[in-house]
Every structure is written in structure tokens, then in C-alpha cells.
């Protein structure tokens, strides 16, 4: 007793200094009392002694033991790295490190404007409220040992709690029309309390729980108020869960940990189990039976990998595993080996829907992370040590046929060439209209390179951007009329993965009036001829288009060519082939491998207009070469009679030797 009433004292002397929180007793009523440990705090509860209650409250919990994070094993081992130690410092100027698309960080004012909106949009307001810099400031508290960082986040947490009051409407802010206050704080609310971001807070205060609880900062009467507002947090995620999607996903997870890290709770059990129940729910609904996550983005199949693999890391280091059936296990499994199959030799991802590109070293984390749990699998362990152990799949290309990923390949090393193609079902919201498009990888280099998303949502100006980097157009990929899609709901008609001339053939009902059929060859194992076919009843300008590779590459408008030239080794040669009238247009394209973040290429459009039924037929030529000069001459023609719905034919000549005869007959 002795020992907590000392504690008591130093805490009430720095509590002084942050005049901004109070004993809150209803913690109190929010905790099972009976459970073990918290003897003593019942009954200094029970005898009206709240102060001393809270004391042997934070007691117990500094001195906690079995109950961790996957992130956070053993608070004395934390490193920081210099990113984060960046935002813990700047944070303490009150520069909040919001969102990576927003460098460098804004100024939130000395008295801290929560509602400060520099630019409109939504993700910087939203992200804002995930506090990410509050954990680099607890990993530079234990790492430096120094207060200043455990005061500042202390006043930062009360000082957000104060300013940002949740407002329950119902979706109605807008109703609230008599009181200006009570408006803007529900107006405010649908940002610091979107339930994406409560979730986010949720997890991440586990982390900061852990971080800072030995600082005298921390004292019983700030215990009080972070057991109350966190509670809040798990309350209003429990009476507002997304519908669908990511979000739902990452909310499930982050309400397990709040389960299992703060068992002390009342309704601790029923956090776990409602995290447990949707998980092994959703992961039936969100990942097709290939392995493939719906929102048909390689940046949401990643983040949903995450989601449920550190589900079942704070089940393991927490003793229920068994709650999560095999099945689960099973498909978080074949999440990761689709992942390993559509991304490149250098560990990176194709741009697809609104990816980002993600590195080798943030994949090598993963991948270690992953070969944790799945000891057995060789392939995961071969990407974990880059080769060392483990082994590589038994196979090359590969179809992911639910998901509409198609993965032609040569070889799995860095001089390999591999195709990704995307061509399946509507998907989920960050999904984009591209269906028939792809990605290609030659000897070190991705060529054709997705033009990515760049921004998400927000103001007019916002948006855009986004519906730039989301049109059709701006895909490689056939449009009418440069026209989004109208319907995205591809068919594969023929995929065959093997042999010299290995063939997909994949179908659009692109608009009302105009199907898009497909037609990749992959000959010799070393390059490619594309068909592409409009057909219909639609009238307008049919386009064709390529976006080029950033850089000089040199082009003939009669030819319809263009030739890289890159230091290197990963060229190509490109022709496209037409009717007659077939006219080529560059213009100004863009790529954006990370938020907010562009620079300029050309995208290529073979425009044909089409003024009857008759349908539009193009033979692209992609043929990869390390080294420039010395073209050989390309040409192609069909050697059919013309458009035929279950067969195709036609021949392709490469210099004055490389003559192909092509096609296929459907079923
Ligand atoms: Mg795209």
C-alpha cells in the first residue's frame, strides 16, 4: 500500500500541470471488478475511496503481465526509426503527421485547431484523426526516456477529447439547423468519429497504453479518463460497424485487440467475439475462392492480408487460435500466394485500381511476418529470405480465373518477362474500370505501368484528379469514344497457361452496344501479340490505348511504332495495327506510384471510328529486347474473314524470319 500512495503523490504533482483532466469514477462501472487482480480496486471502490481506487488501478496495470500486442512484445526493445522520430518531434511543435501525400506536415496551431482543413481532401481531414504520430512519440519516450514526449502526448490525448465531441445524428448533422455549436460539432464528427478512423485509434492506443503507462505523466486520474474514452470508442464502433469492405475488416481486427487487450472490460468478451464472429465471416464474403481480395486492388488485398494475419497473431500470443477454423487459415494462405503471383521479381505490385507502389523492404517484412505462420509454406519462404530457403512454385503462368488475374510468365528472377493482366468482376469501390488492361515486366523494368489512383475523394478539384487516374482511358485498355466503361464484368473465354504460345482470351461488355474481347499471346515465352476486338451495334470513335513508359520514347505516327531506348537492358518495340482511317494520338498521361504524387508520360490512343455494325479490329505487337537498334521490320495481318465469335486467325512476322501463324478456335 505503501508503495501505490507514493506513486499517488508524484502523479497528483504532475497532474497539476495539465489542468485538463479529472477522476472520471464511471471507469470504474465500466470494469468487471471481479476480475483477477482487481481485488483491491473493488474495494477501495466500494468504500468510496475513487482517488485511491484509480491509484491501485494504474498499479495493476503497470504491472500487468501476459497481455501484449503482436507489434509490441517487450516495451523495453522498442526501436524508433528516423521517420518516426521526425513526427514525434515535429508533433511536439504540433505539426501532425496526417497523411504521407501531405509533406511536410502542417501546422495545427498552438492551440491545437483539430478542424484545420488546408486542403480539401477528405483522407487529410479524416487521417488526421488516426493520430499517427502519437505511437512515434511513445516509441521516442522509451527510447530516449525523456518526459517531454509522455507531457505532450498526455496533453494532446486530453486536449483532442475536449475538442472533438462525438455528436450522434443518425447521418442527420445536417438537420441540426438551431444550434451553430452543436452543428459544427457534428459536422466534425463525421470525421474524428468516422468508425475507419475510431478503429484506427482503438488499436493504436493498445500501442500507446503500452508505450507510456510507466510515465508519471500517466497518472490514476488520466487512467480514468483513457479507459472512459476508450470505451467510448469500442462502444461506438460496436453501434456503427461499416457495411462492407475494407473498413469493416479493419474495424473487426482492431475490436479483437481492443477485446484482448483490455480484458478488465465488461463487455471485453463480447468485443472479442463480435471481432472473431466477422472476420471468419468476411473472409468468406471478401476473398473470392482463387485467393483474391474484391476490392481487386493489390494495395486493399495487401492491407486485407494484414488485417487478418495480425488477427491471428494477437490470438496466438493471446491463446485463442482455435477460435479462427482451418479454413481461414487455409485462405489467408492462398491470399498470400495470389499476392506473390500478380507482383513483379523486384517484390513490387502492380498500380491496379487504387494501389500504391509498395516496395522490397516493406515486403520483406511481410513476407518474414508471413512465413511465421505458415513455416510450411516454400514459396512464402523463398520470398522471406530472397532465395536462400524455400522453394519456387512447380509452375509459371498462372490464372486466378474467380478474380480475373492473369499472370504470364518466364521465369521468376529479375531478367524474367511477366505480364499481369486484369480482367474479372465488377469489385468493390477502389476498384477501377479497366477490365482487359495490364501491367508488363521485362529484365528489371516495368513497362506499361498502370497510371495508379493519386487521390481518393474530396472537393471538386480533387475529384478530379481521381477520375482521371480512374478513367478508362487512362488504362491500357480499349474505350469508346474515351467513355468509362458502362458495365465491368469481364468473362474469360479461353486460358491457357502453357506451352510456346501460351493464350488468354478474356471478354468486356464495355457499353451498351459495344463488347470488348481480348486476346493475348504469349509466344515463345518472350513476347506478345494482343488482339483486340470491338463489336456491336455503337457507333463512335473506337481508341486503343497504351500508356508509355516515362521518358523519351521515340514513335512514328505512319507506322504506328514507338521504340524505347533506356539505359539498362528492358526495351521494346511496339507496333499497332489497324483498319484503314486508323489514326494515332498522344497525349499527355500521368503515373502516380504514391498519394498525391505524379509526373508526366505519353498515353497512345489507335483511334478508329466506327460508323456501323462492323466490327473494330486491331494486332498490337509488344516485343521486349534488351537493347536498342537495329529493328527488325514488323507486320501483321488477319487471316480470317473477318470478326468471328468462336474462333481467330491471323499471322505475325518479326524480321525476315520470325513468321507465326496465330489463333484459336473457342469451344
Ligand atoms: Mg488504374
Not at 491471428?312 to 503471383?341: C, S, W
Not at 499472370?407 to 482487359?436: I, L, S
Not at 478539384?461 to 466503361?485: K, P, Q
Not at 488468354?504 to 474481347?517: D, I, K, M
Request: proline share 4%; glycine share 6%; aromatic share 14%.
Amino acid at each position: 500500500m505503501k508503495r501505490t500512495i507514493i506513486a499517488a503523490t508524484a502523479c497528483l504533482m504532475a497532474a497539476c500541470v495539465l489542468n485538463a483532466q479529472e477522476l472520471r469514477p464511471e471507469a470504474f462501472d465500466l470494469l468487471n471488478l471481479d476480475y483477477p487482480g482487481l481485488e483491491e480496486v473493488k474495494a477501495l471502490h466500494e468504500d468510496g475511496k475513487d482517488s485511491l481506487a484509480a491509484v491501485s488501478l494504474l498499479d495493476y496495470y503497470r504491472h500487468r503481465t501476459g497481455i501484449l500486442t503482436p507489434e509490441i512484445r517487450n516495451v523495453k526493445k522498442v526501436k524508433i526509426s528516423r521517420q518516426q522520430q521526425q513526427w514525434a518531434d515535429d508533433a511536439l511543435d504540433h505539426r501532425f503527421f496526417a497523411h504521407y501525400g501531405y509533406q511536410p506536415s502542417y501546422d495545427y496551431g498552438d492551440d491545437i485547431d483539430w478542424r484545420y482543413w488546408p486542403v480539401r481532401d477528405n483522407e487529410l481531414r479524416w487521417q488526421l484523426h488516426r493520430h499517427k504520430w502519437f505511437t512515434p512519440m511513445g516509441y521516442a519516450y522509451r527510447v530516449s526516456g525523456d518526459e517531454k514526449y509522455a507531457k505532450e502526448w498526455v496533453s494532446q490525448y486530453m486536449d483532442w477529447i475536449h475538442k472533438n465531441p462525438l455528436v450522434e445524428t443518425g447521418g442527420n448533422e445536417y438537420e441540426i439547423t438551431d444550434d451553430s455549436q452543436l452543428k459544427a460539432d457534428a459536422e466534425n464528427s463525421r470525421f474524428a468519429w468516422r468508425p475507419l478512423e475510431v478503429s484506427h485509434r482503438l488499436q493504436d492506443q493498445c500501442f500507446q497504453f503500452q508505450l507510456f503507462i510507466d510515465s508519471p505523466y500517466f497518472t490514476p486520474a488520466f487512467l480514468t479518463e483513457f479507459l472512459v474514452n476508450y470505451h467510448r470508442h469500442a462502444v461506438h464502433i460496436m453501434g456503427n460497424w461499416s457495411e462492407k469492405g475494407n473498413h469493416l475488416l479493419f474495424e473487426a481486427q482492431r475490436m479483437l485487440y481492443a477485446g484482448s487487450f483490455f480484458p478488465e472490460f465488461r463487455e471485453a468478451a463480447a468485443w472479442r467475439q463480435s471481432g472473431v464472429d466477422i472476420l471468419n465471416e468476411e473472409i468468406g464474403v471478401q476473398v473470392y475462392d482463387d485467393g483474391g481480395q474484391f476490392e481487386l486492388d493489390p494495395h486493399y488485398h495487401l492491407a486485407s492480408i494484414d488485417i487478418f494475419v495480425k488477427a491471428l497473431q494477437i490470438a496466438d500470443l493471446n491463446g485463442f487460435r482455435n477460435e479462427f477454423p482451418q479454413n481461414y487459415i487455409n485462405t489467408v494462405e492462398k491470399m498470400i500466394v495470389f499476392y506473390a503471383n500478380i507482383c513483379f521479381p523486384d517484390y513490387t505490385n502492380p498500380l491496379f485500381s487504387d494501389a500504391k507502389l509498395t516496395g522490397k523492404r516493406d515486403m520483406l517484412r511481410h513476407y518474414r511476418k508471413w512465413s511465421d505462420i505458415f513455416p510450411d509454406n516454400l514459396f512464402i519462404k523463398y520470398l522471406a529470405t530472397e532465395g536462400k530457403e524455400g522453394a519456387l512454385p512447380d509452375y509459371l503462368s498462372k490464372g486466378f480465373l474467380t478474380s480475373g488475374f492473369f499472370v504470364f510468365r518466364n521465369g521468376w528472377g529479375m531478367d524474367a518477362t511477366q505480364m499481369v493482366v486484369k480482367a474479372g468482376p465488377e469489385g468493390e469501390w477502389h476498384c477501377q474500370p479497366d477490365n482487359g488492361t495490364f501491367e508488363l515486366w521485362y529484365n528489371g523494368r516495368t513497362l506499361f505501368q498502370d497510371s495508379g489512383s493519386y487521390v481518393y475523394a474530396g472537393d471538386k478539384e480533387v475529384m478530379e484528379w481521381r477520375n482521371w487516374f480512374r478513367a478508362s482511358a487512362h488504362h491500357n485498355t480499349l474505350t469508346l469514344g474515351n467513355r468509362d466503361f458502362e458495365t465491368t464484368e469481364s468473362k474469360t473465354l479461353l486460358w491457357q497457361p502453357e506451352g510456346d504460345v501460351q493464350i488468354l482470351v478474356t471478354e468486356n461488355p464495355s457499353y451498351s452496344g459495344l463488347t470488348h474481347r481480348r486476346s493475348v499471346f504469349f509466344v515463345d515465352r518472350t513476347w506478345f501479340v494482343i488482339v483486340d476486338e470491338a463489336y456491336g451495334d455503337a457507333k463512335g470513335t473506337v481508341n486503343l490505348h497504351y500508356q508509355m513508359p516515362r521518358g523519351n520514347v521515340p514513335n512514328s505516327r505512319e507506322d504506328m511504332t514507338f521504340y524505347t531506348d533506356f539505359e539498362g537492358g528492358s526495351n521494346f518495340m511496339f507496333r499497332c495495327f489497324g483498319p484503314e482511317g486508323m489514326s494515332m494520338k498522344k497525349e499527355k498521361g500521368w503515373i502516380s506510384t504514391s498519394y498525391m504524387k505524379k509526373s508526366q508520360r505519353i498515353d497512345a490512343s489507335f483511334n478508329v471510328r466506327k460508323d456501323d455494325s462492323t466490327p473494330v479490329r486491331y494486332i498490337t505487337i509488344i516485343y521486349p529486347k534488351a537493347k536498342a537498334g537495329k529493328e527488325p521490320s514488323m507486320n501483321a495481318k488477319f487471316t480470317d474473314r473477318g470478326f468471328h465469335d468462336g474462333s481467330l486467325k491471323l499471322q505475325v512476322k518479326i524480321g525476315k524470319e520470325k513468321k507465326r501463324t496465330l489463333g484459336y478456335t473457342l469451344d
